[in-house]
């Protein structure tokens, strides 16, 4: 098993461009969510979903948007990249029932700077 | 939101030596864990533990539900256990995880 795959590791942008962020897990995990983690401040939830076609937000989605179109990938979206996005970013998976409910796995992280 | 505290925020610790982390929390939980992030930024899960004691080799978690505490414990670190140590926490046993600060852990040769 993969686990969590994120990509790109690193991405720079230009202010008001667009980017997608991937996130593919390998484990059937029903819930996918993305973080962000800015210096100090831990991590703080974005977006997350408990299965296909379901997302809602967390406690900075601003800016941000997300899908899931399918169990196994959860795309975060940039819409218009402002310099206060300029973070690492997380994605993580847990199971929602049965052995090792809840556990979370995280990927690798993706390094976000904004010009 | 649930809120979490960490302490002590920075900790420096020569090889060898033992510790405790502390993690508060301001309300019921049913998912606690306890992660470490190395210092190439990997997050690594050490436990899932909403109430009771677990170990894993030099590492032991414990936590006091009713109380709103959990502590991790490191016994004869060494210099790969540094890194930040975060607490995280929700209500339900799966889902949203509110995080901790962290504690920034150093581990001198």
């Known amino acids: 098993n993969a686990g969590v795959t994120q990509t790109p590791k690193f991405q720079v942008l230009k202010t008001g461009q667009s980017m997608t962020l991937q996130c593919a897990q390998d484990?059937?995990?029903?819930?996918m969510s993305w973080y962000r983690q800015d210096p100090g401040m831990g991590l703080r939830l974005i977006h997350y979903s408990v299965g296909a076609g379901i997302t809602d937000q967390g406690e900075v989605p601003n800016g941000y948007n997300v899908s899931r179109s399918t169990t196994e990938d959860f795309p975060l979206r940039l819409l218009s990249a402002a310099p206060s996005q300029t973070s690492v970013y997380f994605c993580?998976?847990?199971?929602?029932?049965?052995?090792?409910?809840?556990?979370?796995?995280f990927g690798e992280g993706s390094r976000l700077t904004v010009l | 939101g649930i809120q979490v505290e960490q302490s002590p925020p920075d900790l420096i610790l020569q090889e060898g030596a033992n510790s405790t982390l502390r993690c508060n929390f301001s309300?019921?939980?049913?998912?606690l864990q306890w992660f470490h992030q190395n210092p190439w930024g990997q997050l690594i899960n050490l436990f899932y533990i909403p109430s009771g004691t677990k170990q894993n080799g030099r590492l032991s978690a414990t936590t006091v539900a009713t109380e709103r505490y959990s502590l991790l414990y490191i016994s004869s670190s060494q210099t790969t256990d540094s890194g930040v140590y975060f607490c995280a926490v929700a209500p339900d046993s799966w889902g949203k995880l509110q995080f901790g600060a962290g504690t920034q852990v150093v581990v001198t040769p």
């Open positions: 484990m059937n995990h029903e819930y």
């Open positions: 993580a998976s847990s199971r929602r029932g049965g052995m090792d409910t809840g556990e979370l796995f």
């Open positions: 309300d019921s939980v049913n998912n």
